[in-house]
């Protein structure tokens, strides 16, 4: 008995590497308006990068950058900023017809022995996700939002008029993905709307700008596909906004920390 491939998996089935470049189609389904969604765009061009240069070192840190629009066949261009024997830098830009679109720096590292081991990052108290209900399918929702389960844990459901900048919600892939972990990680930790859209009186575009992320464990896994999501800004003015953002796995275990700036044309 066979199963067909999630989505993710599907779309990374066509990445391909000839003569330095690798190649992938991002379809509809991951789009964000006119430009595909930022984790997917930030996913492809970790895929591209660990095809062009394969390491069983794991990605440590990402620095990413939504330059412009991408999507439908794109080209993904990497460069070797630096090889050590503990780490690989490696640089990688996604360009479609659209021109270029995503521009990303990509750290793998290991573990190295040390005398630290501290954790302030605990997760926040957070109802089971079982017992949260579904984000409702909506037709202003983008496309690629149809991909994950989203069961927010308090207050509005992704709506506005808020007091808070903040969303805390358990996401997991609706088609759980079989592709590496860390791939799967970005493909789905830019899922949230932007923290500063909880705040909104009256709806106007977004744009991420940026996208900082550390990976907090070499071996990023959690139960039943769930993953807890937050984003929160400290920020909003000038059309500008900053957010924190940080992902813990089922057993609360922190994996991900990072931070997003984000344009408001409202």
Not at 79 to 91: A, C, E, N, P
Not at 182 to 194: E, I
Not at 199 to 227: A, H, Q, R, Y
Request: hydrophobic share 40%; net charge negative; charged share 20%.
């Amino acid at each position: 008995m066979t199963t067909s491939p999630s989505a993710l998996d599907a779309l990374l089935s066509t990445l391909r590497t000839e003569e330095g470049v690798a190649r992938a189609h991002i379809d509809d389904g991951w789009m964000q308006g006119r430009t595909a969604y930022g984790g997917i765009s930030s996913a492809v061009a970790l895929a591209g990068a660990m095809a062009l240069h394969p390491t069983e070192t794991p990605l440590r840190y990402a620095q990413i950058s939504f330059v412009g629009p991408v999507g439908g066949d794109c080209t993904v261009d990497t460069r070797v900023l630096r090889q050590s024997k503990s780490s690989l830098f490696v640089d990688a830009g996604v360009s479609s017809d659209m021109g270029f679109g995503t521009a990303a720096t990509f750290a793998f590292s290991g573990d190295r022995q040390s005398h630290l081991d501290h954790n302030s990052l605990t997760m926040p108290d957070a109802p089971a996700p079982e017992s949260l209900q579904p984000v409702p399918d909506h037709k202003a929702r983008p496309s690629f939002v149809r991909h994950f389960d989203m069961r927010p844990t308090t207050g509005p459901r992704f709506d506005w008029k808020s007091d808070v900048g903040d969303y805390l919600t358990w996401v997991r892939f609706v088609e759980e993905p079989e592709c590496h972990p860390a791939v799967a990680l970005l493909a789905m930790g830019d899922a949230l709307p932007p923290a500063a859209m909880a705040l909104f009186t009256e709806f106007g575009p977004i744009s991420s700008m940026n996208w900082t992320v550390n990976m907090l464990t070499g071996k990023p896994e959690t139960e039943d596909g769930w993953w807890l999501l937050s984003a929160k800004t400290g920020f909003a003015r000038g059309g500008f906004s900053v957010q924190d953002m940080m992902i813990w796995n089922r057993a609360g275990e922190p994996v991900m920390s990072g931070s997003q700036g984000i344009a408001i044309y409202a």
